[in-house]
Nanobody, 127 residues
């Protein structure tokens, strides 16, 4: 599985931004794709995750109601719509994927539980 993020950049506080994670590989319907971020000196933070089938999502409390994860079926991508951005949202944003059998109903929340990663895209929020 290969992943590539796009859509990062400099954003004014209060504005919105949409990140895209292009995903390629086989048997993608057996994967969970997640968005993480890492601020300088901080650990990876799970933001949201989605089953490739699109029927189940999970959000971190810190972004619930502001960020939305979704599938772009046409382009084989996973999107992260970010609204009401704040300076504390400044970080490198990564998408990651992990094989998840249909029998596994739990969402993995730790970065080490995801095998495949993109290179990341920087998002900077100016006040």
């Amino acid at each position: 599985v290969q992943l590539e993020e796009s859509g990062g950049g400099l954003v004014q506080a209060g504005d919105s931004r949409r990140l895209s994670c292009g995903v390629s590989g086989s048997a993608l319907n057996l994967y969970t794709v997640a968005w993480f971020r890492q601020a300088p000196g901080e650990e990876y933070e799970l933001l949201a995750a989605i089953r490739w089938t699109g029927d189940s999502t999970k959000y971190a409390d810190s972004v619930k109601g502001r960020f939305t994860i979704s599938r772009d079926n046409a382009g084989n991508a996973v999107l992260l719509q970010m609204n009401s951005l704040e300076p504390d949202d400044t970080a490198v944003y990564y998408c990651a994927a992990q094989f998840t059998p249909f029998s596994d109903s739990t969402f993995r929340t730790q970065s080490y539980e995801y095998r495949y990663w993109g290179q990341g895209t920087q998002v900077t929020i100016s006040s």
